[in-house]
């Protein structure tokens, strides 16, 4: 079932909901009314728990919930009003083999496969025991988030590789996919009476003589509170995609003046929180970037992915491969271009023409269309004889089989001409969706320090990690990490405190 409203529309949909969720009172901050400051300069310390999460998207939510149902305390600290991380913005797949979905639908997705397979997107640098524990856990992290949180998915479909038949594709109902799955867990947390914390900002980790971690400093509505923790410290707060200073630091200045394609709330923690502890950090070079439209968020990413078409740069000149991967087409586009702006030129060969028509008409977003070629590049405001140009060198090009030889070259498998109008200029501009790096996790969702030993009571979940993926992802991983590495902490906490219980 497709989306019947705009990635914006649903979007807002998405914050209204968590905003409503946030409202509810068995998630309000009626705890740290308890935990006033006498004076400016004073910390209060108020009930411990079993473990403090931070970070209320999928991976914190899924941590809590199953730390929940394995009888231990959670509290959940948010640093913003509602829930408003990456997920909401995710139209939502989860990436998986051996569900009982799948089962169902009759569909063989066998575990080595998608081992393979997730390894060759990340080009080999992937941690293998961390990939590994994903393919071996993810199918009954599936199930989970349908017996226990009530997530639905639509019909199975047999997609392009990577995805194939592994894309759980989440019913969103009209809203995104990613931002459904945060109401459920957000519901789920509420029918468990977990305490979720929202407007507390996690400044500090609080470490005893030894450096393990033993609870969160944070700063609320009430001044700066320590909240203790028997078992650890779950960092879920994504990685540092809006964060410029760090994506400059560690990514380079021209990714750090691209639009977003995600939260604006996702800062670094995972970094800032961490690194005082000595906690390795890898691929912090590492991150998705995908085709936005910044002023409406409209994503183009199908027009660009459908295999014919030129991509023009704002002088009419052709400037990348158009059969790279919509993710290279974005990475390239700010490093070829000092605009980070470039249209995708097709015409009515492209059956889903109209229907990107549509996607942009609704989210008020800018195309053109004309029943020539020059017409079209004065509609846009491209310099006429350089589109022509462009269109000619393609289409010559193609009849002589000589597209490799253009400049870029173009290596289409199955290109055509563009030779039938009416023609349509859709814009495009890169955008960074998530960060890869982090604190290094062991297969126990464990923070591992400069020697590769874990740090006691530190954990990390979902994007705040590092070490699951490098250079690229398949579809729906990101939300299916998130699942199975929360749930991997949960239980791992679980063990210590009642270890701890019995000593």
Same mark, same amino acid.
């Given at each position: 079932?497709?989306?019947?409203?705009?990635?914006?529309?649903?979007?807002?949909?998405?914050?209204?909901?968590?905003?409503?969720?946030?409202?509810?009172?068995?998630?309000?901050?009626?705890?740290?009314?308890?935990?006033?400051?006498?004076?400016?300069?004073? $910390?209060?310390?108020?009930?411990?728990?079993?473990?403090?999460?931070?970070?209320?998207?999928?991976?914190?939510?899924?941590?809590?919930?199953? @730390?929940?149902?394995?009888?231990?305390?959670?509290?959940?600290?948010?640093?913003?009003?509602?829930?408003?991380?990456?997920?909401?913005?995710?139209?939502?797949?989860?990436?998986?083999?051996?569900?009982?979905?799948?089962?169902?639908?009759?569909?063989?997705?066998? =575990?080595?496969?998608?081992?393979?397979?997730?390894?060759?997107?990340?080009?080999?640098?992937?941690?293998?025991?961390?990939?590994?524990?994903?393919?071996?856990?993810?199918?009954?992290?599936?199930?989970?988030?349908?017996?226990?949180?009530?997530?639905?998915?639509?019909?199975?479909?047999?997609?392009?590789?990577?995805?194939?038949?592994?894309?759980?594709?989440?019913?969103?109902?009209?809203?995104?996919?990613?931002?459904?799955?945060?109401?459920?867990?957000?519901?789920?947390?509420?029918?468990?009476?977990?305490?979720?914390?929202?407007?507390?900002?996690?400044?500090?980790?609080?470490?005893?003589?030894?450096?393990?971690?033993?609870? $969160?400093?944070?700063?609320? *509505?009430?001044?700066?509170?320590?909240?203790?923790?028997?078992?650890?410290?779950?960092?879920?707060?994504?990685?540092?995609?809006?964060?410029?200073?760090?994506?400059?630091?560690?990514?380079?200045?021209?990714?750090?003046k691209i639009p977003l394609r995600g939260s604006p709330y996702v800062t670094g923690e995972n970094i800032s929180l961490a690194k005082p502890l000595f906690a390795k950090l890898v691929n912090l070079d590492q991150f998705h970037c995908g085709p936005i439209l910044a002023?409406?968020?409209?994503?183009?990413?199908?027009?660009?992915?459908?295999?014919?078409?030129?991509?023009? *740069?704002?002088?009419?000149?052709?400037?990348?491969?158009?059969?790279?991967?919509?993710?290279?087409?974005?990475?390239?586009?700010?490093?070829?271009?000092?605009?980070?702006?470039?249209?995708?030129?097709?015409?009515?060969?492209?059956?889903? @023409?109209?229907?990107?028509?549509?996607?942009?008409?609704?989210?008020?977003?800018?195309?053109?269309?004309?029943?020539?070629?020059?017409?079209?590049?004065? =509609?846009?405001?491209?310099?006429? *004889?350089?589109?022509?140009?462009?269109?000619?060198?393609?289409?010559?090009?193609?009849?002589?089989?000589?597209?490799?030889?253009?400049?870029?070259?173009?290596?289409?498998?199955?290109?055509?001409?563009?030779?039938?109008?009416?023609?349509?200029?859709?814009?495009?501009?890169?955008?960074?969706?998530?960060?890869?790096?982090?604190?290094?996790?062991? $297969?126990?969702?464990?923070?591992?320090?400069?020697?590769?030993?874990?740090?006691?009571?530190?954990?990390?979940?979902?994007?705040?990690?590092?070490?699951?993926?490098?250079?690229?992802?398949?579809?729906?991983?990101?939300?299916?990490?998130?699942?199975?590495?929360?749930?991997?902490?949960?239980?791992?906490?679980?063990?210590?405190?009642?270890?701890?219980?019995?000593?």
């Open positions: 079932m497709e989306q019947q409203n705009s990635r914006r529309e649903m979007i807002k949909k998405c914050l209204a909901v968590a905003a409503t969720a946030g409202a509810a009172g068995t998630l309000s901050n009626t705890v740290l009314s308890t935990a006033n400051a006498k004076e400016a300069n004073t $910390v209060s310390t108020i009930e411990t728990f079993d473990l403090i999460i931070v970070g209320a998207g999928t991976g914190g939510l899924v941590t809590a919930i199953e @730390a929940y149902d394995q009888g231990l305390k959670p509290l959940l600290i948010e640093k913003m009003d509602l829930p408003a991380g990456n997920s909401i913005y995710a139209l939502g797949g989860v990436c998986a083999c051996g569900t009982r979905f799948q089962k169902e639908a009759g569909i063989d997705a066998n =575990k080595e496969d998608l081992f393979t397979d997730m390894m060759a997107v990340s080009a080999g640098q992937a941690d293998p025991a961390l990939t590994r524990t994903y393919v071996e856990q993810v199918g009954g992290a599936v199930d989970w988030l349908q017996d226990t949180v009530g997530l639905k998915f639509l019909k199975m479909i047999q997609m392009p590789y990577p995805f194939l038949n592994r894309l759980h594709r989440i019913d969103g109902g009209g809203i995104t996919g990613g931002g459904k799955l945060i109401r459920l867990l957000v519901a789920a947390c509420k029918k468990r009476n977990i305490p979720l914390h929202f407007n507390t900002k996690a400044v500090e980790l609080i470490t005893d003589s030894s450096m393990s971690v033993s609870g $969160v400093r944070a700063l609320t *509505d009430n001044g700066l509170v320590d909240f203790k923790a028997r078992g650890g410290v779950v960092i879920a707060s994504g990685g540092f995609s809006a964060n410029s200073e760090m994506l400059t630091a560690y990514v380079g200045g021209v990714m750090a002023a409406t968020h409209v994503n183009p990413a199908d027009a660009l992915s459908n295999g014919h078409g030129v991509i023009l *740069d704002l002088r009419g000149k052709r400037i990348i491969d158009e059969s790279n991967t919509y993710v290279t087409k974005a990475r390239l586009l700010p490093v070829v271009t000092p605009e980070n702006k470039a249209y995708i030129l097709l015409d009515s060969r492209w059956a889903k @023409a109209e229907h990107m028509v549509k996607k942009f008409t609704e989210s008020n977003s800018p195309f053109f269309q004309d029943n020539t070629v020059e017409g079209l590049a004065n =509609k846009v405001g491209l310099p006429v *004889d350089a589109v022509i140009s462009s269109v000619n060198g393609y289409n010559n090009a193609l009849k002589d089989n000589k597209l490799k030889e253009l400049t870029p070259p173009c290596s289409y498998k199955t290109p055509e001409p563009l030779d039938r109008p009416p023609y349509y200029a859709f814009p495009y501009e890169a955008g960074m969706t998530a960060t890869f790096g982090g604190p290094k996790i062991n $297969v126990s969702a464990q923070v591992v320090n400069m020697e590769d030993r874990p740090i006691n009571g530190l954990y990390a979940v979902g994007n705040a990690a590092g070490g699951l993926f490098f250079k690229d992802y398949i579809g729906g991983s990101q939300l299916a990490g998130a699942t199975v590495f929360g749930r991997i902490a949960a239980r791992h906490i679980a063990q210590i405190c009642k270890k701890a219980n019995k000593a």
